[in-house]
């Protein structure tokens, strides 16, 4: 064997314990990739499996071509497809059956007057498709619908909400319908639904009353089977009998779209914000390894030096520390990939437990999903500890013979090039991150600053730690005497090492806390537009998240309006269109009486005058598009294109978004109206108590949405942005916990490089308890540095985030004292507890070996 | 002060140390009993693994007999756990090392009030001035351990054995690391101590010139007290070692004579040092 391998691999054995920091921070960002591959191939392959269960027995798909994206409905919007023109395709040769497909949102409330679902994943209503070939859907118990006001659920459904075979409920479309369950589904096979998704199968007759425009005679699409055609040849067959703005295509190719557009809208982004996360553990992760080699290769000077003496070529010293980390890669990493499909499983659990259900029966593991994260983390590994195996082939031999090597990072020649470098990458950074943020924002002039202010802290950080670790333990002499003064010097003893170190945990806090700061600015934005543009005293919202819920029924408005306690009251209903090419939301409402409930700031114009081919439109949007009152637009709705006239001009920003249609404009157009929210306001003198409780009886006869004052349903606006806060805490958690193992490692790698020091204290009278101390606080004023450093950087990249992403210069940037606080706490007790191990082995320590002389 | 009448400032009694087990054992201490009085320098010597650093280290509590006991004043060590163990050090026994006897991150001034420090007693400014002012480095207080010599650290580390006026200072190899003119400038120290503050101080050495320092020269071989030597001079310790050497054929007979021949000129310039005139042969009687 090779020389400087068979030295590398002795002294990777050699070294196990001082390895084990170094393998478990690859382990873990290796398992968190290889997770987060795992999860995407299981959920694309499960998504996949779901729309091919859902189209198995569907040869064709016949529905409108024109289609309008829209944020929570998946695929986009269609306008409906006569259901007549089925009975038409029924006569064509080949065709062996064709039904009209009604689909819509339909949300069930359970026995307990809770909605299910609606976070995340569609709840569906539809029709029962009486043909067995066509319908996903099997009966489990009970019979099809066939009486109006009977339905059919999924299992999961039913399990989720305790419904059974003859119990009455409610669907929200979201107009309250009264349903009694007379058949429990299952969907493909056995399976509790289509995923997490409920769905309620109506009688065709009642699915087009509650879930089309007309009431009847329309589908959402048509499906076809034929016994003797291929998929193709049925769409070919058919095809030239479509009435014009009708198309078709096979049920493989609608399972691929379906497929394509879950990627696109959810898939894509789930995963790569995942991926996100793994790179920073992956990042954190390089630091650790990096400084684990480095103080490896420092320690074992007088080794290298010899070999060197003896007539080691360089690149033979340089070889064997090389092969040393390649064990490391090649252990943690094989180790990593067995744990991603833990952590696979963990993910999907966490979000699970956070209320988005995913479907994740199976894992499915690609060649990919082993192959890249086991390259990158080798990869990582080798690179982390190039540089320290670079300088290990630099030894000079006479190092031999030196006492030890003094560490020049912080001052001589190698300091003052750091400084200047450091220096002017973060003064160039903040620059430019500051113009980019503010100056019309630029993401691009934003990142680019921001990366290179993380350059210049990196940079800098040996040159700053002696001083910040001063700083910073300045309290220490006198809160543990002289025990903390040596961990305060101890500390800045070696600040490139303390520098590497805590830049670990550096990167991780920043993220956190950039993530901290954007989200509390997040909600004082919510807090403020709630504030400045909702007039009214009560909201009624029904929660929903992603491509769930239903909505609040558009009657609602109109029955609180007749309330007694009631001034006004508005729906706001969410509509989407094409106004001049580009793609937009409308709020539907009733604009004449919206100033009432919101407060629209000055407006030009009248909003009572919209009538049927009137726009109403933010100034901020008109000023975009260069429009003026009087300005005429082309709307393109899903059945067609009409010309509208902009009357009136507001302040957006606020509760209502850029655009406002009356109902009766909307309606000719309209799938399946629901309003997003209604707006109340309270005759003056009304307890809000009274006023509340009037309306959430009346909301409860809609379906039970929720009734809220305006301090809550600004709370509850923010509310998601807490749940996305918690998840990115979970994911960062791993990054963190790699920074902490980094610091536990170098410690523990300083306190064998202390061995003789420490025993001379402990000779002449320092206790075990003081020497713990002594390396726990030095782990806590590491930790410190880092965090305080991480709390600096994070809220100034939060800033710029802020900024840059507010192109309107309406948010609001907030610094939330309260969870920096927890941050910077929980910072220092990690320090802390990183420090236990360390701590432990150092008070462990025989004294006698540690002065034995050599 | 009665107490210390009463006691000697450190003694072991029967006395024995046995490491590991089975065919690995080793019996370090076999049987040794001794003390050393208040007011005496005591050196003891032995070749290599005789058993005079594991003497030193289980007389000063720095490691446990296996049977017999060891006290520093009227204190059994063998009754003290780590903790008391450690404040007993501090508080009542003064080390100076071979090597690495300072903590790099501390100053002189620091590393010298080390002990006081940790056991968190403030230091008596008169007496830490004066004994900067005894061991020469008045002007190197604020400096860091690596911007002294050798011979400095060591210095510093016996001023450091001295501020907390311990009951015994125990070195092991003081001067091992040292040239001769440093070495015998930290011997002279520790002699002053004894006669000028009725010190106690006990040596462990390898060296005969130090030896001719102590008032009494204890010789261990093979874990046990095989003789005793008071008012030693260089040539009669080498002497005496050459004599145990021959028949053991263990120990190192070139190197011996060179170094006697080192520190013979190192004695010629050291400077007297002044001393009260308490009882008992002293090194002027033997000049």
């Known amino acids: 064997m090779n020389t400087a391998l068979r030295i590398g691999l002795r002294s990777a054995r050699a070294h196990r314990r001082r390895l084990v920091g170094t393998v478990l921070a690859v382990l873990l960002g290796v398992a968190f990739l290889t997770g987060t591959m795992v999860l995407g191939d299981t959920l694309r392959a499960n998504f996949d499996t779901l729309f091919a269960d859902a189209n198995a027995g569907t040869g064709a798909v016949v529905r409108s071509a024109d289609v309008l994206p829209a944020q929570n409905v998946p695929g986009g919007v269609r306008a409906p497809v006569d259901t007549a023109l089925a009975d038409r395709l029924r006569t064509v040769p080949g065709v062996s059956a064709a039904e009209p497909s009604v689909q819509g949102a339909g949300q069930l409330v359970g026995r307990n007057g809770e909605p299910i679902g609606g976070k995340g994943p569609p709840t569906l209503a539809g029709n029962w498709l009486t043909d067995g070939t066509l319908n996903p859907y099997r009966l489990a118990e009970g019979r099809a619908p066939a009486a109006p006001g009977e339905a059919v659920i999924n299992r999961g459904a039913a399990e989720a909400g305790d419904l059974r075979i003859g119990d009455t409920t409610m669907l929200r479309t979201p107009d309250p319908v009264r349903i009694t369950v007379v058949g429990i589904a299952t969907f493909g096979a056995d399976a509790d639904g289509m995923g997490p998704s409920t769905f309620t199968g109506l009688s065709l007759a009642d699915a087009e009353r509650h879930l089309t425009p007309k009431g009847e005679g329309q589908a959402t699409a048509i499906r076809l089977r034929s016994d003797t055609l291929t998929q193709q040849q049925l769409v070919d067959r058919v095809k030239p009998l479509l009435p014009s703005g009708v198309e078709a295509l096979t049920g493989q190719a609608a399972t691929a779209e379906s497929t394509a557009d879950v990627s696109g809208r959810f898939l894509t982004m789930f995963t790569t914000l995942l991926l996100v996360f793994a790179g920073i553990a992956l990042l954190v992760a390089t630091f650790t390894i990096h400084n684990t080699f480095a103080i490896v290769v420092a320690q074992r000077t007088r080794e290298n030096a010899l070999l060197r003496a003896l007539g080691a070529h360089r690149r033979q010293v340089l070889g064997a520390t090389l092969a040393e980390a390649a064990v490391v890669a090649v252990v943690a990493s094989a180790a990593g990939l067995a744990g991603g499909i833990g952590v696979a499983a963990g993910l999907s659990a966490l979000f699970a437990a956070l209320g988005f259900s995913l479907p994740t029966g199976g894992m499915v593991v690609a060649t990919a999903s082993v192959a890249l994260p086991l390259a990158v983390g080798i990869l990582v590994t080798l690179g982390s500890a190039l540089l320290p195996a670079v300088r290990a082939g630099r030894t000079a031999p006479l190092a031999a013979l030196r006492e030890s090597t003094v560490d020049d990072a912080a001052t001589g020649r190698t300091g003052r090039v750091r400084a200047v470098l450091g220096t002017a990458l973060l003064a160039g950074g903040t620059v430019l991150t500051v113009r980019g943020a503010t100056g019309g924002p630029s993401a691009v002039l934003t990142a680019t600053g921001a990366v290179s202010a993380l350059a210049g802290t990196v940079v800098l950080g040996p040159v700053s730690a002696a001083l910040a670790v001063h700083v910073l333990g300045a309290p220490l002499p006198r809160l543990r005497g002289v025990s903390g003064a040596l961990a305060r010097r101890n500390a800045a003893r070696n600040p490139s090492r303390t520098a590497a170190t805590a830049t670990a945990l550096m990167v991780g806090v920043a993220v956190v806390t950039l993530f901290t700061v954007f989200a509390a600015s997040i909600r004082a934005t919510l807090n403020d537009t709630v504030d400045r543009s909702f007039a009214g005293d009560l909201a009624v919202t029904a929660p929903a998240f992603g491509a769930g819920g239903s909505g609040v029924s558009p009657k609602l408005a109109e029955a609180v309006r007749q309330l007694p306690q009631v001034e006004q009251a508005v729906g706001l209903g969410r509509g989407v269109a094409r106004i001049d090419g580009h793609g937009r939301e409308l709020d539907i409402t009733d604009p004449a009486r919206l100033p009432g409930v919101v407060d629209l700031g000055r407006v030009d114009g009248s909003l009572a005058a919209l009538g049927t081919d009137g726009l109403a439109v933010s100034r901020s949007e008109a000023a975009a598009r260069g429009w003026q009152l009087g300005s005429t637009v082309s709307v393109a709705f899903t059945d067609g294109t009409e010309r509208f006239t902009v009357r009136a001009l507001y302040e957006g920003g606020g509760v209502a978004g850029d655009y406002l249609m009356t109902r009766q404009a909307w309606a000719p157009h309209r799938v399946q109206d629901s309003d997003t929210m209604v707006a109340v306001a309270l005759r003056p003198g009304v307890p809000l108590a009274d006023g509340k409780a009037a309306v959430q009886k009346v909301a409860d006869a809609y379906g039970n949405p929720q009734v809220q004052d305006r301090g809550e349903y600004a709370a509850s606006a923010a509310g998601g942005v807490d749940t996305m806060l918690s998840v990115v805490y979970a994911l960062l958690a791993l990054a963190v916990l790699i920074a902490l193992l980094g610091i536990a490692n170098t410690l523990t790698l300083a306190v064998h490089e202390r061995t003789r020091e420490l025993g001379l204290l402990r000779a002449v009278g320092q206790t075990r308890g003081q020497l713990r101390s002594m390396v726990r606080w030095e782990s806590v004023l590491v930790a410190a540095f880092g965090t305080v450093g991480g709390l600096g950087l994070g809220a100034f990249l939060g800033w710029a985030l802020v900024r840059a992403s507010d192109s309107a210069g309406t948010g609001s940037f907030a610094l939330p004292p309260g969870r920096l606080a927890v941050v910077l706490l929980a910072g220092l007790v990690a320090g802390a507890v990183a420090g236990l191990r360390p701590a432990g082995r150092a008070a462990r320590l025989d004294v006698l070996r540690a002065i034995a002389t050599d | ?287």
């Open chain 2, 1 to 287: 002060m009665t107490v210390v009448q009463l006691h000697p400032a450190a003694a072991v009694t029967d006395a024995v140390k046995v490491y590991g087990i089975g065919a690995t054992r080793v019996r370090a201490l076999d049987h040794v009993t001794v003390e050393f009085p208040a007011g005496r320098f005591t050196a003891i010597m032995g070749p290599s693994g005789s058993g005079k650093s594991t003497l030193m280290h289980c007389a000063a509590g720095l490691d446990t007999l296996s049977a017999g006991s060891a006290h520093i004043g009227g204190t059994e060590l063998g009754t003290l756990n780590d903790r008391r163990l450690t404040e007993l050090r501090r508080e009542r026994i003064g080390f100076v090392f071979q090597s690495f006897n300072l903590v790099p991150t501390l100053t002189v001034r620091e590393n010298i009030t080390l002990p006081l420090d940790l056991a968190g007693r403030a230091p008596d400014a008169a007496w830490v001035d004066a004994l900067v002012e005894v061991v020469g480095l008045g002007d190197r207080l604020h400096h860091r351990p690596a911007e002294l010599s050798g011979g400095q650290q060591q210095r510093v580390a016996v001023a450091r054995a001295l501020a907390g006026r311990p009951q015994v200072v125990f070195a092991d190899e003081p001067t091992g690391n040292l040239d001769s003119r440093s070495g015998a400038e930290v011997l002279g120290l520790l002699r002053q101590a004894v006669d000028t503050m009725d010190q106690a101080v006990v040596m462990v050495t390898h060296d005969p010139t130090a030896a001719g320092y102590a008032d009494r020269v204890l010789f261990l071989a093979d874990g046990r007290l095989v003789d005793s030597m008071d008012t030693p001079t260089a040539d009669r310790v080498l002497d005496r070692m050459k004599a145990f050497d021959a028949p053991a054929a263990t120990g190192r007979p070139a190197g011996t004579g060179s170094t006697a021949a080192r520190a013979a000129t190192a004695r010629a310039a050291t400077p007297d040092t002044a001393r009260s005139a308490a009882a008992g042969p002293r090194e002027s009687d033997r000049r």
